[in-house]
Structure formats: C-alpha cells, structure tokens
C-alpha cells in the first residue's frame, strides 16, 4: 500500500469481523524539554479502518509518538460498553526515513497492537 503518510494504522474490530470505520484517532509527539505530547493531528479511520494521513513525510522526525485511539466513543456506536475507555500506544522513532505502521486489533475487552510493514 502507497501512501505518503509517514505514520498509518490500521484497525480491525475483531469482535465483529470488520473494519473500525469511523474511530477517532490522534497522533502526538512527545516533547523531552518540556516533558509534554504535542498534539499532530486528529482523524478517524476510513471505511476500510485505516487512517493514512497522520503525518507528512517531510515534517518526521525522530523521537517518542504516541497514537490515541477513542475505543469507548467507537463501541457506542454499537451500544456497548468497552473495558478500555481509550487505547494509547507510545512507541519510538530511531529512523525518520522508514515508514511506521501501527495497527490496532480491538474487541470491547481487549486489544493488541504491533509493529506492521
């Protein structure tokens, strides 16, 4: 998959089967100075559970992101409730030139997420 995106997820709903379409997602970038995450970008996933339009290539740096998933306001949509009111993942940046995906598979109890391609 092409995409110019320097950070992409994916989400898989795997209590139902199915792409997480429509699950807001933030991106922040943790400043070590001030010792605070800096907010990038708000999107949602696509019909297909992806979000591709994070961060430019051009504005990567190296250094510690973190992607917020909002896993309680998604599984409202279906009227359930969800142990996870929301889903951090915070992983780190050595080499600004690759590509970073990181996918999420949710259930209302549980979720894993890794380091994709």
Same mark, same amino acid.
């Given at each position: 998959?092409?995409? &110019?995106?320097? $950070?992409?997820?994916?989400?898989?709903?795997?209590?139902?089967?199915? !792409?997480?379409?429509?699950? !807001? $997602?933030?991106?922040? #970038?943790?400043?070590? $100075?001030?010792?605070?995450?800096?907010?990038? *970008?708000?999107?949602?996933?696509?019909?297909?559970?992806?979000?591709?339009?994070?961060?430019?290539?051009?504005?990567?740096?190296?250094?510690? #992101?973190?992607?917020?998933?909002? &896993?309680?306001?998604?599984?409202?949509?279906? *009227?359930?409730?969800?142990?996870? /009111?929301?889903?951090?993942? $915070?992983?780190?940046?050595?080499? /600004?030139?690759?590509?970073?995906?990181? /996918?999420?598979?949710?259930? /209302?109890?549980?979720? &894993? &997420?890794?380091?994709?391609?």
């Amino acid at each position: 998959m092409s995409s &110019t995106s320097a $950070i992409t997820t994916h989400v898989l709903d795997t209590s139902r089967g199915i !792409a997480a379409q429509g699950l !807001a $997602i933030s991106l922040y #970038y943790h400043d070590t $100075i001030q010792d605070k995450w800096n907010l990038i *970008k708000h999107s949602v996933t696509n019909k297909d559970g992806r979000c591709l339009d994070l961060l430019q290539m051009e504005q990567f740096q190296a250094g510690n #992101y973190k992607l917020t998933f909002q &896993t309680s306001l998604y599984f409202e949509e279906f *009227k359930e409730k969800s142990f996870f /009111p929301f889903v951090e993942v $915070i992983f780190v940046v050595n080499d /600004p030139n690759s590509h970073f995906h990181v /996918p999420l598979l949710l259930s /209302p109890y549980s979720y &894993t &997420t890794y380091r994709g391609t």
